[in-house]
Structures are given as structure tokens and as C-alpha cells.
């Protein structure tokens, strides 16, 4: 039996990925930080590991390539990939199952000039060549630290004005325990009436 055949019943799929059907992740040029862990699992017939088949020399050989890919179009239809990020070797495995861990994988792509969403593809490699086996990741949004800085600064502002108002059960809606000024009033309205939608009254 050659390493081919054994490489045609193989199943490849993802032990642990992104939490969310699109989610946000770090990414953008100058990115340092990397995306949620991803653990690719690859199966082999068990009949396989009963014959012993799986050896120590062959999982030497089998790797899992990681390439971030984006789309030609915001409709999402047709993938692109983009480049090659990394290639890791097996970390362990359990009676014909073998787990590759990817920890480190940082994106200094953009999704926004990738049609809007990026993915991962996790490729299945035998001696350094694809077998033609491959997973993918749902769609993530990348968001550069400059973008979490500006979200941390306008919730860190809600957060000070909301600190003077209170929720009141009886008459849904906030009630300021002391008087906001026009700019705070102005932020926690904008707050209630669009993020809570309930009324603001203002103290006197």
C-alpha cells in the first residue's frame, strides 16, 4: 500500500477555531498580535493504525500549511488566497488521529482590501507537497490596535458618564443622579437611544 492511498480516505477538520460565525480578529500591517488559537485534527483510517501502519517516520513526514485567504468581491463568493503563513508539524496524536496546533499565526493582511472578511486554509502536506486535502475557517474581520484603542477611549467615555446616571425598573429608562452637563447629556443619549433604546431624564 503506498503513502497515497492512505492519504485518499484521510478526514481533515478543525478541533478547535474561532468561537463565532464571523468574528474580529487582530491583523493589518505592523500586526504583532496573533489570531485565536487553531487546532487542525487529521484522521486516518483506523484500519490503518492496526497495522501499524502509522509509524513514527511517516508522521515525520505529514504537516498541516496554514495560508490566509480573502475574496475577489464583497459578495464573498470566490476565494483568493493570499499567502502562505506557516507550516507546523504534528504535536501529538491518539490511535490514527493526529493534532496539529497553530498558536502563533499572525495576519499582516487587511480584510478590508481582501473583500471585507479573510479566512484561514489549513492544507495537508506529505513531505514537504499537498495531498489535496484542506479545511477552512469561517470568515474573521481584522482590526489593527488603533481601532481597538479608539473603541477603548469612546467606551471608557460612556463608561464615566453612565456612572452618574441609574437604571430605573418602574419607568424603563435612565435618570441621572446628578446633573450632566450638555456634553454628557449629549454622549448618554447617545448611548440609551441607540445602543439601549430607552429615554434619558435629566436631573435638575
Not at 476565494?79 to 502562505?84: A, E, T, V
Not at 506557516?86 to 499572525?106: A, H, L, Q, R
Not at 474581520?141 to 488603533?146: F, K
Request: charged letters at 25%; a positive charge; proline letters at 3%.
Amino acid at each position: 500500500m503506498n503513502d497515497q492511498s492512505m492519504f485518499n480516505t484521510a478526514k481533515i477538520s478543525l478541533s478547535k477555531t474561532f468561537d463565532e460565525d464571523l468574528c474580529y480578529e487582530h491583523g493589518g500591517v505592523g500586526n504583532v498580535e496573533p489570531i485565536t488559537e487553531q487546532i487542525v485534527k487529521v484522521e486516518f483510517n483506523t484500519n490503518f493504525f492496526m497495522m501499524g501502519l502509522l509509524t513514527d517516520e511517516f508522521e515525520k513526514n505529514v504537516t498541516v500549511e496554514a495560508e490566509v485567504c480573502g475574496f475577489t468581491n464583497v459578495i464573498h463568493k470566490t476565494p483568493k488566497p493570499i499567502k502562505s503563513v506557516c507550516t507546523v508539524n504534528m504535536k501529538y496524536s491518539s490511535y490514527g488521529e493526529m493534532y496539529f496546533v497553530f498558536s502563533d499565526i499572525i495576519i499582516t493582511e487587511s480584510s478590508h482590501f481582501h473583500g471585507k472578511r479573510l479566512f484561514m486554509r489549513f492544507h495537508l502536506n506529505y513531505q514537504g507537497k499537498r495531498v489535496g486535502k484542506f479545511i477552512d475557517t469561517t470568515p474573521f474581520v481584522t482590526v489593527s490596535r488603533r481601532w481597538i484603542d479608539k473603541c477603548n477611549k469612546r467606551n471608557k467615555r460612556y463608561y464615566n458618564v453612565v456612572k452618574k446616571a441609574k437604571y430605573v425598573k418602574r419607568y424603563p429608562g435612565i435618570v441621572t443622579t446628578t446633573p450632566l452637563t450638555s456634553t454628557e447629556l449629549e454622549t448618554l443619549k447617545t448611548l440609551s437611544e441607540m445602543i439601549l433604546k430607552i429615554p434619558i431624564y435629566n436631573c435638575k
